[in-house]
């Protein structure tokens, strides 16, 4: 089946301007996940939604940035008055089941945001 | 503060012989840990994990090896092959909480395989 779904691949802009971006999970998967990748590093952990429930935002850098999953299903992660410190990597994961299980994760490939 | 780290930030190995790749933790709250690979312009994909219980698992051509007194974890490919050269991320779960489940990643290590 499809894998996780993300869009755009690329996104520019200009510093001030506020972007969304958007992840469709795998079908059915109870947990979404939104992680950053800076360039040369690992992923960082922003937020996690278990169904349309956002159970964990202390990842999020400031309050420029929101996530929802109104529905459950597909996730937007906006990030309001960009800054030149937002540019990265941003890769939505889904897993089958929520808390305490060890479904691993599976991620998208990801939203590459550059802000000039 | 670095909770998971991978020290080497690159490794090449000839085609058949051995690649290990190394991982050092501090936090002793992690319970399960992961290797996902990542070839680039692509998500990270998940390779191999172990519970803290266990101190090995083997799936195939890759191990993982846990030393939890050392809070240390290794993965071995064996053979390499080309196909293998990839960035390797280790990972980290976080019991507890309200995020059991939520990852805390190394900073990845390129792994190159030479034919």
């Known amino acids: 089946g499809a894998g996780v779904s993300q869009s755009p691949r690329y996104k520019v802009a200009k510093r001030g301007q506020d972007v969304a971006l958007r992840c469709d999970p795998i079908?059915?998967?109870?947990?979404l996940f939104w992680y950053q990748q800076a360039l040369g590093q690992g992923p960082e952990f922003l937020t996690y939604f278990q169904n349309e429930a956002q159970l964990d935002k202390s990842g999020l850098p400031s309050d420029r940035f929101f996530a929802e999953r109104p529905e459950g299903s597909v996730s937007t992660l906006k990030i309001q008055r960009t800054q030149q410190e937002d540019s990265a990597v941003y890769l939505c994961?889904?897993?089958?089941?929520?808390?305490?299980?060890?479904?691993?994760?599976?991620f998208g490939n990801g939203t590459r945001l550059t802000v000039t | 503060d670095q909770q998971v780290k991978q020290n080497s930030p690159s490794l090449s190995v000839q085609e058949g012989r051995i690649s290990i790749l190394n991982c050092d933790y501090t936090n002793s709250m992690f319970d399960y840990f992961l290797w996902y690979k990542k070839y680039p312009a692509e998500g990270p994909t998940f390779l191999i994990s172990?519970?803290?219980?266990?101190d090995k698992n083997e799936d195939g051509r890759f191990t993982v090896f846990l030393n939890k007194s050392a809070k240390h974890l290794s993965l071995h490919i064996v053979p390499s092959q080309p196909g293998d050269s990839a960035v390797y991320f280790c990972a980290a779960r976080f019991a507890g909480g309200t995020s059991y489940g939520k990852l805390t990643f190394g900073q990845g290590t390129i792994l190159t395989v030479h034919p």
């Open positions: 994961a889904s897993s089958l089941v929520g808390l305490g299980s060890n479904s691993p994760l599976h």
């Open positions: 079908s059915g998967h109870v947990s």
């Open positions: 172990i519970s803290s219980i266990k």
